[in-house]
Nanobody, 128 residues
Framework: EVQLVESGGGLVQAGGSLRLSCAASGFTFDDYAIGWFRQAPGKEHEGVSCVSSSDGSRYYADSVKGRFTISSDNAKNTVYLQMDSLKPEDTAVYYC?????????????????????WGQGTQVTVSS
């Protein structure tokens, strides 16, 4: 059974940083894609970032480019999302999602329907 567990969320002031972790169990880090999504109250899931194994390609939403960095540690079966220069509009529940087989396009990377496994989410709150 695949399980994804997010951690690292919390309350931070604007301009601060957080590092989210997504620990995967029962999931083989071979041919895969793992993404981070977020959902603010009353809004749809937004694709934030994704890493795809085929060529290590990464996707970032325009709203987080230059501020967020996704990385993976295959030995630890963990994917990280380093979030710097946080803004109040980054406030949301952040979810990691995974699928077997790499993803080739940015559009697919940001599409929640492309993923098969989801974590429970971790709250990120950025105060102004």
């Amino acid at each position: 059974e695949v399980q994804l567990v997010e951690s690292g969320g919390g309350l931070v002031q604007a301009g601060g940083s957080l590092r989210l972790s997504c620990a995967a169990s029962g999931f083989t880090f071979d041919d895969y894609a793992i993404g981070w999504f977020r959902q603010a109250p009353g809004k749809e899931h937004e694709g934030v970032s994704c890493v795809s194994s085929s060529d290590g390609s990464r996707y970032y939403a325009d709203s987080v480019k230059g501020r967020f960095t996704i990385s993976s540690d295959n030995a630890k079966n963990t994917v990280y999302l380093q979030m710097d220069s946080l803004k109040p509009e980054d406030t949301a529940v952040y979810y990691c999602a995974a699928r077997y087989h790499s993803i080739a396009t940015a559009q697919a990377m940001s599409d929640p329907y492309e993923y098969d496994y989801w974590g429970q989410g971790t709250q990120v709150t950025v105060s102004s």
